[in-house]
C-alpha cells in the first residue's frame, strides 16, 4: 500500500509491510475508537467527556467539567494523528469532523484567547495560579502541535489562528519582563510545541518564548514557591501536591531541580524529562548553541547507557513515574510508560537533526519497534500505560505491582498514552530521513520513497525490503548530480555489505556508523546493502543485579519475549542453556506476521515445599519465543524477556 506525506520539504512515501500496517491500522481503526472514547461511546469504559467539556464551555451543553486537570490535551492529541492521517489516508468526512473540533475550540476561545476547559468551567478566577501541578501550559502546548500539524496537512489556517491567539496571551502573560509571571509549566510540552510553531510560521517570537521557558526553569528563586505563596494570597483551592512533595522527588518531578545548562543526569519523572529534552535539543539547534547541545549529550549518554531497558522504556519506578539511580532496572515493577517510550522517539529526532549520529537513531529504532508499540494490541482497540518486561502471576497482588496490567485496557481515566502512540506511528515517516545542504541520511529502513532536494538536485530514493524480517535492501536512486547520500549501518549489525550497481563497496569505513557514498549519480543507479539479523544473545551490565545469570533474545530491532501461552506457566523456571541453536521462522498467520525464535531447553520441574536440599529436576521443552511488541495479543499470562541460562 502507498501512503504519502510532505513534511519539512521532503515527500515521503511509504510502502513497507510492516509500519503501513500500523498506519493503515491508526487510520481506520485507532482514530475511530479514541474519537468514541473521546465522546463517551465505549461501553463499560470510564468516561473522559473531553468534548463535552469544550461544548459546555461554549454554551452548547449543560453540565460539569469532568476528567483529569489535562482532558484538553487527549483531544489535541487526536486531531493531531488526524492530521498525520490525512497525509497518508485522506479522508473528507473524517477532515470535516476535525474541523468540526476545532470550531468548537473556536467558539470555547474567551476573548482574550483563552483556552483552558478545566480553568474556564472550575477555576474561572484562578488562571496561571497553579503551573506546576495543573497543566495549563501543558494542554496548550498540545493544543499548538496540534495546529502546527493540521495547518501543514490542509492549510486550513483556522485553528492555527485559535493557537496563535492563545499564544500571544501567554507571551503577554509569562517572560522575564517587569509585571510578567516568571514562571513556566511543571510539566514540559509548551517548549516543543513553540519550537514547532516558529518552524511553521517563522514568527521569532515563538522562538524566543520557548527559549525563555527552557531557560526559566529551575532559577532561583524558584518561581514554585512563589507561586505557591500567590496561591494561598488569591484564597485559590489547596491542590494534591500543595506541600510539594511530589512523590518525595522535590522539583525533580517537574525537572526544576537545576536550570538546564547545570543539569547532569536524567532525574525525575520520565515523560516530562523526555519532553523536555526534546526541546532542549530543538532549541540548540535552532540558536546554534554549542553549549546546551553538550548538556543534551550529556543527558542522552545517561540515560541511554546507564537508565534505558533493553526496550527502549523509561522509568524504574512507579513512585513519581520517574527514573531512579543509575543501573536500577526491575522488569516486574518498572513502569515503562508508553508516553516515555514516545517521548524517547522525539528526542532521539531532534538529537539525530543536531547531528546525525548512529547512536541516536539506534535508540530511536529500538524504542520504535520494542517500548513503544508494545502499548496497543495489534487490533488498535486496547493499550497498556506501563509496559513490564515480567509479568509473573505469582505476584500479581503485591502492591508495588498493581500498576502493572496482565492485559491491555480498553481505555485510562488519565488518557496521555493512546493517542501518543497514535500521533506517533501517524507521522512514523517523518523519523526515518533528515538531511543537511549535500547529504540525504537514512536512519530508518522503512520501504517507501522520499523526495527532495540536495544543493538545489531534485533526487527520490527507493527503498524495497521485508524489514525488520529481512535485511536485504534494495535501494534505487533518482536524479542525476553530486550528492551524498549516508545509509545507517545499526549497531547491532556485524558483517554488513554493500555495492552500488554491482559494484562491492568497503562497508565498514563509516562515518559515525554511517555509509556515506559521495559520487557523481545518475537515474537509475541502484544501491544494495545487506545487514545480517542473526539471533543474538543479550547480555546485561553486571551492574545491573536483577538480570545476572539471565539472557536476552534479539534479531535484528526487535527483542524478544518468552510467554505463557506458548511455553506453559512458571516462566522463571525455563533455562536456555548456552550450546542451544535458535532458528528464527516467519509465521505469517501468527500475530500479522512475525518472525519466531525457537530453541531447545528446559523448565525446572513443581516442587511441593518453597525450599529443598536439592536442584530442581530439569524437564527438556522446546522455547518459542515472540516479538516484545506482540506479547498479550492472544491470551493473558506470564510473560519475560529475560531468561536463565545454563
Known amino acids: 500500500m502507498e501512503l504519502s506525506s510532505v513534511n519539512n520539504n521532503q515527500k515521503v512515501t511509504v510502502e513497507d509491510a510492516f509500519w503501513s500496517n500500523y498506519k493503515q491500522l491508526v487510520a481506520e481503526q485507532v482514530i475511530p475508537y479514541q474519537w468514541k472514547a473521546l465522546n463517551d461511546q465505549l461501553p463499560d469504559t470510564a468516561p473522559s467527556h473531553a468534548i463535552e467539556n469544550f461544548r459546555i464551555v461554549a454554551g ?29 489516508f485522506p479522508d473528507s468526512e473524517l477532515e470535516e469532523s476535525a474541523d468540526e473540533v476545532i470550531s468548537l475550540m473556536g467558539r470555547a476561545q474567551a476573548e482574550d484567547g483563552y483556552l483552558n476547559t478545566y480553568y474556564m468551567l472550575v477555576e474561572p478566577d484562578n488562571r496561571w495560579t497553579n503551573l506546576r501541578d495543573n497543566h495549563e501550559l501543558y494542554c496548550a502546548g498540545h493544543l499548538i502541535e496540534a495546529a502546527v500539524a493540521y495547518y501543514e496537512t490542509t492549510s486550513k489556517r483556522e485553528f492555527l489562528d485559535i493557537m496563535e491567539n492563545y499564544v500571544e496571551l501567554i507571551r503577554s502573560t509569562f517572560g522575564s519582563e517587569d509585571g510578567k509571571l516568571q514562571g513556566y509549566p511543571g510539566h514540559p510540552e ?41 496561591r494561598q494570597s488569591l484564597g485559590a483551592p489547596a491542590t494534591w501536591n500543595d506541600q510539594n512533595t511530589n512523590f518525595g522527588l522535590g522539583y525533580a518531578y517537574m525537572q526544576a531541580h537545576l536550570p538546564v545548562r547545570q543539569q547532569q543526569e536524567a532525574t525525575g519523572h520520565s515523560v516530562r524529562a523526555m519532553y523536555l529534552y526534546a526541546a532542549m535539543a530543538y532549541l540548540a539547534r535552532q540558536t546554534n548553541d554549542a553549549e546546551l547541545q553538550t548538556v543534551c549529550d550529556t543527558l542522552w549518554d545517561d540515560v541511554t547507557k546507564r537508565k ?21 532496572l526491575p522488569n516486574d515493577s518498572m513502569y515503562c510508560e508508553t508516553c516515555a517510550s514516545v517521548g524517547l522517539v522525539f528526542w532521539a529526532k531532534q538529537m539525530l537533526l543536531l547531528s546525525p549520529d548512529r547512536k541516536y537513531a539506534d535508540v530511536l529504532e529500538r524504542a520504535i519497534y520494542n517500548g513503544t508499540i508494545s502499548g496497543m494490541d495489534l487490533d488498535g482497540k486496547r493499550f497498556f500505560y506501563v ?31 493512546p493517542p501518543n502512540l497514535a500521533r506517533m506511528i501517524a507521522s512514523i515517516e517523518d523519523y526515518a530521513y533528515t538531511q543537511t545542504e549535500d547529504t540525504l541520511y537514512t536512519h530508518l529502513y522503512i520501504a517507501g520513497s522520499v523526495e527532495t532536494r540536495l544543493d538545489e538536485l531534485s533526487i527520490k530514493l527507493t527503498q524495497k525490503h521485508q ?39 568497503a562497508s565498514d569505513e563509516l562515518v559515525n556508523g554511517y555509509l556515506v557514498l559521495d559520487r557523481m549519480w545518475e537515474n537509475g543507479d541502484q544501491i544494495e546493502l545487506t545487514l545480517p539479523l542473526p539471533v543474538v544473545r543479550v547480555y546485561s551490565n553486571p551492574k545491573i543485579g536483577m538480570n545476572q545469570g539471565q539472557v536476552a533474545l534479539q534479531r535484528g ?23 542451544s541453536e535458535i532458528t528464527a521462522v516467519f509465521e505469517e498467520n501468527l500475530l500479522n506476521g512475525v518472525v519466531i525464535l525457537e530453541a531447545d531447553g528446559f523448565t525446572a520441574s513443581e516442587s511441593e515445599g518453597l525450599y529443598q536440599s536439592h536442584a530442581p529436576m530439569l524437564e527438556p521443552i522446546k522455547l518459542r519465543a515472540i516479538p516484545y511488541y506482540a506479547w498479550c495479543n492472544r491470551k493473558a499470562g506470564e510473560m519475560r524477556i529475560w531468561t536463565h541460562e545454563t
Not at 449543560?62 to 494523528?81: C, I, M
Not at 502471576?393 to 503485591?398: D, F, H, I, K
Not at 548530480?481 to 549497531?491: E, N, S, T
Open 60 to 88: 452548547e451543553a449543560k453540565g460539569d467539567y469532568y476528567g483529569t486537570v489535562f482532558q484538553d490535551s487527549d483531544v489535541a492529541k487526536w486531531l493531531e494523528t488526524v492530521a498525520y492521517s490525512l497525509r497518508s
Open 190 to 230: 509548551i517548549e516543543l510545541a513553540l519550537l514547532r510553531l516558529f518552524d511553521a510560521t517563522g514568527k521569532h517570537e515563538h522562538l524566543e518564548l520557548a527559549a525563555y521557558f527552557i531557560e526559566q526553569r529551575g532559577q532561583e528563586p524558584h518561581y514554585f514557591d512563589m507561586e505557591k505563596e500567590r
Open 308 to 328: 534505558m531497558y533493553i526496550t527502549g522504556g523509561l522509568g524504574s519506578a512507579v513512585n513519581g513515574e520517574a527514573f531512579t539511580d543509575a543501573y536500577d
Open 387 to 417: 509496559n513490564p518486561l515480567e509479568v509473573n502471576t505469582y505476584q500479581a497482588g503485591r502492591k508495588d505491582q498493581e500498576h502493572v496490567k496482565q492485559e491491555r485496557q480498553k481505555w485510562f481515566a488519565c488518557a496521555c498514552c
Open 467 to 505: 524489514y525488520p524480517w529481512d535485511a536485504s535492501i534494495s535501494v534505487m536512486v533518482e536524479g542525476n548530480g553530486q550528492f551524498k547520500l549516508a545509509f545507517r549501518i545499526p549497531g547491532w549489525c556485524e558483517g554488513a555489505a554493500a555495492s552500488v550497481n554491482g559494484e562491492t563497496l
Open 557 to 579: 530491532p526487535v527483542v524478544y519475549c518468552l510467554e505463557e501461552v506458548d511455553n506453559g506457566k512458571s516462566l522463571a523456571g525455563l533455562r536456555l542453556p548456552r550450546e
